[in-house]
T-cell receptor
Framework: GAGVSQSPSNKVTEKGKDVELRCDPI?????LYWYRQSLGQGLEFLIY????????KSGLPSDRFSAERTGGSVSTLTIQRTQQEDSAVYLC?????????????FGPGTRLLVL | SQQGEEDPQALSIQEGENATMNCSYK?????LQWYRQNSGRGLVHLIL?????REKHSGRLRVTLDTSKKSSSLLITASRAADTASYFC?????????FGTGTSLTVIP
């Protein structure tokens, strides 16, 4: 079956612009995660969605970052007034199991470059 | 920080040799997972080991877990050039996994 997909693959934007990153999880996966990975670094947790529960937003670095998940499926990560330090690869993952008991399936990521 | 830390940061070996990388973490866990990443893109799940398991095998992969030392190791036997990638351990905490900065493995043909 289809895996996790993300769009766009690459995004170049100017400082101060808003960007939207999209994630299509695997069908039936109730858990969805967003991570950020800066060059040569590990993954930084951003936000976690589980079913219809309120999302865990504890990893969002500032109020310029927000995310939503519509209908328990597609998710959009929005970064407002982008800064150069926002440049990174943004990774989405989904899981059949809630929390951290199961395998996460990752998308290919969106590489964001803020000029 | 609960973050798992991989060691070494970089490893270069000849094709056919075995590669061993280690992960240390700080808090009690119920499972630990290893992932592989090619070219800075999406991660691929390799293996999950639960806290009541000491060793697990999957193909050429062997993972050990020592909860008393809060450490895990990933062994790749008979390495191939295609194994060249970054390898991350992931430890659970709350609703998230904590990933280290990874071990960059280069297998020279």
């Amino acid at each position: 079956g289809a895996g996790v997909s993300q769009s766009p693959s690459n995004k170049v934007t100017e400082k101060g612009k808003d960007v939207e990153l999209r994630c299509d999880p695997i069908s039936g996966h109730t858990a969805l995660y967003w991570y950020r990975q800066s060059l040569g670094q590990g993954l930084e947790f951003l936000i976690y969605f589980q079913g219809n529960s309120a999302p865990d937003k504890s990893g969002l670095p500032s109020d310029r970052f927000s995310a939503e998940r519509t209908g328990g499926s597609v998710s959009t990560l929005t970064i407002q007034r982008t800064q150069q330090e926002d440049s990174a690869v943004y990774l989405c993952a989904s899981s059949l199991d809630p929390g951290t008991v199961g395998t996460q399936y990752f998308g290919p990521g969106t590489r964001l470059l803020v000029l | 920080s609960q973050q798992g830390e991989e060691d070494p940061q970089a490893l270069s070996i000849q094709e056919g040799e075995n590669a061993t990388m280690n992960c240390s973490y700080k808090t009690s866990i119920n499972n630990l997972q290893w992932y592989r990443q090619n070219s800075g893109r999406g991660l691929v799940h390799l293996i999950l080991i639960r806290s009541n398991e000491r060793e697990k095998h999957s193909g050429r992969l062997r993972v050990t877990l020592d909860t008393s030392k809060k450490s895990s190791s990933l062994l790749i036997t008979a390495s191939r050039a295609a194994d060249t990638a970054s390898y991350f351990c992931a430890t659970p905490g709350g609703n998230q996994f904590y990933f280290g900065t990874g071990t960059s493995l280069t297998v020279i043909p």
